[in-house]
């Protein structure tokens, strides 16, 4: 139950995060390639560099043939077991609908509070992996800003978040 969050206080709905679950969420993000740029750049590239393999490769080889996607699973699998993994907030907070007069995010950790306003609060990001294994010590999520400012000292020992 130690790995189970819950977003309360000025929600309509109360929302329980399970950060395990994460890692086959499609909306998850690299954090080794992350906080190297621009975003939206990045994605550019990506799909850029992307649909030119694709291209380059139907040149060679014609059609794609199941073992070359067995190649790419397998190449996917790797990722996953040895990357650094974190998903963004805003979801979750638009799922739970805070109410009108909520005007502060609440991170509860062990030790203190922390306190941000509700509308930066949709640009964080919860670290849920570290290369490759669940935050097991200091976790279950590490909060980051989106602007990579607390990267090497993220918000850690979470244990709430309550909308206030």
């Given at each position: 139950?130690?790995?189970?969050?819950?977003?309360?206080?000025k929600?309509?709905?109360k929302?329980?995060?399970?950060?395990?679950v994460?890692?086959?969420?499609d909306?998850?993000?690299?954090?080794?390639t992350?906080?190297?740029?621009n975003?939206d750049?990045?994605?550019?590239?990506?799909?850029e560099?992307k649909?030119?393999?694709y291209?380059?490769?139907?040149?060679?080889e014609?059609?794609?043939?199941?073992?070359?996607?067995?190649?790419e699973?397998r190449?996917?699998?790797?990722?996953?077991?040895?990357?650094t993994?974190?998903?963004i907030?805003?979801?979750f907070l638009n799922?739970?609908?805070?109410?009108?007069?909520?005007t502060?995010?609440?991170?509860?950790?062990?030790?203190n509070e922390v306190?941000?306003?509700?509308d930066?609060?949709?640009?964080?990001?919860?670290?849920?992996?570290?290369?490759?294994k669940?935050l097991t010590?200091?976790?279950?999520?590490?909060?980051?800003?989106?602007?990579?400012?607390n990267r090497?000292?993220?918000?850690t020992?979470?244990v709430?978040?309550i909308?206030?």
């Amino acid at each position: 139950m130690g790995q189970i969050l819950e977003i309360k206080g000025k929600v309509k709905y109360k929302i329980t995060l399970d950060p395990s679950v994460w890692i086959f969420d499609d909306r998850r993000i690299d954090l080794d390639t992350f906080f190297e740029g621009n975003e939206d750049q990045k994605q550019e590239i990506a799909y850029e560099e992307k649909m030119s393999h694709y291209w380059h490769r139907e040149i060679r080889e014609g059609s794609v043939s199941p073992p070359t996607l067995k190649t790419e699973k397998r190449y996917e699998k790797e990722k996953l077991l040895t990357g650094t993994f974190g998903i963004i907030f805003e979801p979750f907070l638009n799922n739970a609908e805070p109410l009108p007069d909520a005007t502060s995010l609440i991170i509860e950790t062990k030790s203190n509070e922390v306190v941000i306003p509700i509308d930066e609060a949709k640009d964080l990001i919860f670290q849920f992996s570290q290369k490759g294994k669940p935050l097991t010590e200091n976790g279950p999520i590490y909060v980051l800003y989106k602007d990579g400012s607390n990267r090497h000292d993220p918000i850690t020992d979470v244990v709430a978040l309550i909308i206030n």
